[in-house]
């Protein structure tokens, strides 16, 4: 036992204090006496007594003095020396890199779930250390992540270090191994009382054994036993012709053979299956033939292994500049060719007719074949065929933006030749002094509709987003007026095929967590943010992350989203109008998926050779080797730390009082 502030002695001056207020305290007995003149007899006796006799038989002095020791013992900050516990200055290194995010079984007569992972073992290891915390013991937190990040300093509340701790997550971008165990060197370099405690799987991608520690250095392993982990290493698409080849790299980092199925959808739907088997620390190439078009390609494993962020991986469809229309009409020479003009390529099918397909089995009445390369946009020149509002005809067109020129049904005059148009992409630089047409459809606007252009009173054009598709309607068709001849036509025609493609889904590639990605923007952009649309993040419940922003703008260089999984970039304009987004792979960094490959760390100092957990081996970490224990040990027996009594000996002073209280309501020894 130890007494760490003498300061607290002065209290011990009410001990003598307390003893003076009796000794001049007159002491009266209840007497019963028969006469008045005995009272001068009872004085003198009371004058006669010395004056220590009155502290004989006072309880209550007595448990005054206890109270007032208690209280001077408490101020004095007593300690004992305990076993395992933290004291000095203690540096605590928390790995939450990728890896850390592995699925860990449980321990064999432990109190841990059955199935957790390496970041939920760590936590429940650093409360214990941080519940053996010695009196003079003092925390600096200093998480291992993609940079390294100093979470508190010299803490000495328990509570608040672990409420840090609790709030540790993985990091999936690559992980500042040197820079974080530099810093915790610089941090003890001229510290006689520091320790480092690095907890961690050990899982480390660069090497640390050049790193000096002045401090003694101990490691708490949280390596997995048996842990198995495939990954899918690379995932590309080639595009030929109408179809495409997809290739695959399957490896193995577990001890033992892996063998799995591996399912690849396109656009959310199955496509292909395989079955592999991987040998261990081998790779297996897997070809997958003849794959119908789809925009994004995901590829996955089929059985489930300890690290689930690199068990799937996508490719996007190339994509050329130039958007692919299918054109419904009867012919129309000034369109068709204004739609070239843009950059489109355009596939005219007559509304009556089958379109060019090698299907066998077109469905006579109920239209043409669907085309086999899914179109960007619909063009409908003309009334709409019936074919188009039933079966797969419907549904492509559910999906896909349009474009309608006319139509059938009643046409109505407008009441002026007074033409007016809205502020909309599909009009910019377009400024119609004449009605585009005599007569326009009669009909109500749906709700998603927008006004695009007016004659008179009379909605001549609209446009809007519906579902999430952009549409696009003009009442009137080209031939009932002369604006396929006017200069603004090919203008219009191009911002309307501009306008037509938001949403499109253009691939960005693929891109580790956390790096920096330039944007290219659309010009019209004035919001957008990162959506999870599949995979990881999605099944990890990820938010929206809203776009960095530079000079009340948004800025070029966006940081990529912190989960791995297929993310979306949508933008919208100023006017809320959706614009086209892109699609992005972010995965965790390679490195990470070696968990079944573990080296044992070792760090740089004086004291080469150590035994496990010399690091404060005389309780005061003047030790400078490295020692490692296993995860299934608590903090380092061999450790010693201060525990203070000082919150005992002023319950025991608490105590004293209260019973001082029920002395004194009894009125004895008063």
């Known amino acids: 036992m130890g007494i760490a502030s003498w300061s607290g ?25 028969p006469s008045h003149m005995l009272w001068n007899r009872v004085l003198r006796n009371i004058e006669a007594n010395r004056p220590w006799q009155k502290l004989q038989n006072r309880l209550l002095l007595w448990l005054q003095l206890l109270a007032a020791a208690l209280l001077v013992l408490a101020l004095m900050t007593p300690f004992i020396w305990v076993k395992g516990g933290l004291s000095g200055h203690t540096v605590i290194v928390v790995d939450a890199s990728a890896s850390m995010s592995g699925q860990r079984k449980g321990e064999p007569g432990k109190d ?9 073992r760590l936590k429940i290891k650093v409360h214990e250390y941080i519940d053996s915390m010695g009196a003079d013991g003092e925390v600096t937190l200093l998480k291992l992540g993609t940079e390294p990040e100093v979470l508190l300093t010299r803490e000495t509340d328990q509570k608040a270090i672990r409420d840090q701790v609790d709030k540790l997550e993985a990091k999936f971008g690559k992980a500042a191994y040197r820079e974080t165990m530099s810093l915790a060197a610089a941090m003890t370099q001229d510290d006689p009382d520091a320790s480092v405690l690095v907890f961690t799987d050990e899982q480390w991608s660069e090497r640390a054994d050049d790193i000096l520690f002045a401090a003694p250095v101990e490691i708490v392993s949280l390596k997995g036993e048996g842990t198995s982990n495939a990954a899918v290493e690379q995932f590309g698409i080639k595009n030929d012709g109408d179809h495409s080849t997809g290739v695959a790299v399957i490896r193995n980092y577990g001890a033992r053979p892996f063998e799995t199925g591996l399912n690849l959808f396109g656009d959310g739907q199955l496509l292909a299956s395989k079955s592999v088997k991987v040998e261990s620390g081998k790779a297996v190439t897997v070809t997958f033939d003849e794959l119908p078009a789809s925009d ?27 958007p692919h229309v299918l054109l419904i009409s009867e012919g129309n020479l000034f369109l068709e060719k204004a739609l070239q003009l843009s950059g489109a390529r ?43 509002k039933t079966g797969e005809w419907s549904r492509l067109i559910q999906e896909t933006p349009s474009w309608t020129l006319g139509g059938d049904g009643g046409k109505i005059q407008p009441d002026s030749g007074r033409t007016t148009v809205a502020n909309h992409p599909v009009t910019r630089y377009i400024s119609l002094n004449d009605p585009p047409a005599a007569a326009v459809l009669a009909g109500d606007m749906p709700s998603w509709g927008k006004p695009l252009m007016e004659i008179g009173s009379t909605p001549a054009a609209y446009a809007g987003t519906e579902n999430g598709v952009n549409r696009l309607v003009f009442l009137f068709a080209l031939s009932d007026g002369d604006l396929p001849l006017r200069p603004e036509f090919p203008v219009m025609v191009n911002n309307a095929v501009q306008w037509l493609q938001a949403g499109r889904t253009t691939g960005l590639g693929r891109m580790v967590a956390g790096a920096e990605l330039e944007m290219p923007f659309n010009v019209e952009a004035a919001q957008a943010s990162w959506v999870a649309a599949d995979g990881y993040a999605v099944d990890a419940g990820a938010a929206p992350i809203p776009a960095a922003a530079k000079d009340h703008s948004l800025a070029a260089v966006q940081t990529v989203p912190p989960l791995p999984g297929l993310w979306r970039f949508e933008m919208k304009g100023a006017d809320g109008s959706v614009l086209p987004g892109y699609n992005l792979e972010v995965i965790a960094h390679p490195s990470e998926s070696a968990i079944g490959q573990v080296k044992p760390l070792g760090f740089g100092g004086g004291g080469v050779g150590a035994s496990a957990g010399g690091a404060a081996g005389n309780g005061t970490g003047n030790s400078t080797g490295a020692g490692q224990s296993s995860g299934g040990v608590g903090p380092n027996p061999e450790r010693s730390a201060k525990h203070s009594l000082t919150y005992l000996a002023a319950l025991l002073a608490l105590i004293v009082i209260i019973a001082e209280w029920g002395v004194y309501q009894r009125g004895r020894s008063i």
């Open 346 to 388: 355009v596939t005219r099918m007559e509304p009556g007719t089958s379109a060019p397909s090698n299907e066998p089995d077109s469905e006579g009445d109920k239209g043409p074949a669907l085309p086999k390369d899914k179109p960007d946009m619909i063009i409908i020149d003309g009334i709409t065929p019936a074919y188009l």
């Open 9 to 33: 002695l002065w209290f011990a001056l009410a001990i003598p204090l307390i003893i003076l207020m009796y000794l001049f305290k007159r002491k009266y007995v209840d007497t019963l006496v």
């Open 296 to 322: 994004v390609y995901k590829i996955k494993l089929e059985r489930d292994d300890d690290y689930a962020a690199d068990n799937e991986a996508y490719a996007f469809r190339e994509k050329g500049g130039a």
């Open 112 to 120: 841990t779930p059955s199935s957790s992972t390496a970041l939920d």
